[in-house]
């Protein structure tokens, strides 16, 4: 068993009920790497990523996190367990998640926002957590905001504040659910250029991404996710400018085709991205 890759996926299927909705998924991150997961509607992509970080327990397979296989382990007769919450989350604890819903509490202050995990998880007195707080919110160009309440905030403003509360826990992996799904078009680039900057920083991210260019820019590699399998993966360069599986050239040509409002041929408009 290998304990390099950052993240590892043995043969994880999860079940809801009868319906199988990964169905076998072998897959590994390396320290820095960038892995972006694209698909249709139903393919799996946030049920894998929520299994990554144990909000939905795998029905079977193995994932591990810097070599620590998280939410099971094994009695001597080889049946598996579920381990105490406090065990999980222990072996989670540099990973981070940012979803499409920025979860800020409407009651608070930005930077109280940002603080208060590193209180309340953490222990970190007031004034240190507010300290890392506001150096984190300078990171996402949001200190100006800092006594500002999310109410006040436009939707990319308050994806970048929930970025800032995740970075604030000195996380080595991050996890982004479809970090642009809720918001306006003219307020995506702010958001993916969080991102960005995050990646040319080296931070290990797995990005759940409905925005083709975005991933070809972005990802080290870019895995295709179809009914629970994956279907391809490799370079942005070969995913978007010479697919090989059908499944992916039709999924590109769908989303070209609701991009540009014509029907292009599978991956130019992504693979202009990719040469800019």
Known sequence: MSHSHAIELNQVHKYYGEHHVLRGIDLNVEPGEVVSIIGGSGSGKSTLLRCINFLEEYSSGEILVKGQVIGYGSKPAGESYRLPEKVIRESLRDVCMVFQQFNLWPHMTVIDN??????????????????????QLERVGMAHKADAYPGQLSGGQQQRVAIARALTMEPSIMLFDEPTSALDPELVGEVLGVIRD???????????????GFAARVSDRVVFLAEGLIE????????????????????????????????????IAVAQEVEA
């Open 232 to 267: 391809e993966q490799g370079a942005p360069e070969q995913l978007f400018q010479a697919p090989k599986s059908l499944r992916l050239q039709q999924f590109l040509a769908s989303w070209n085709e609701r991009q540009s409002g014509s029907s292009l041929p599978a991956g």
């Open 198 to 212: 995050l990646a040319q920083a080296g931070m290990t991210m797995v990005i759940v991404t409905h925005e083709m």
């Open 114 to 135: 940002v603080a208060s995990p590193l209180r309340l998880v953490k222990g970190v007195s007031r004034p240190l957590a507010r300290e890392k707080a506001m150096g």
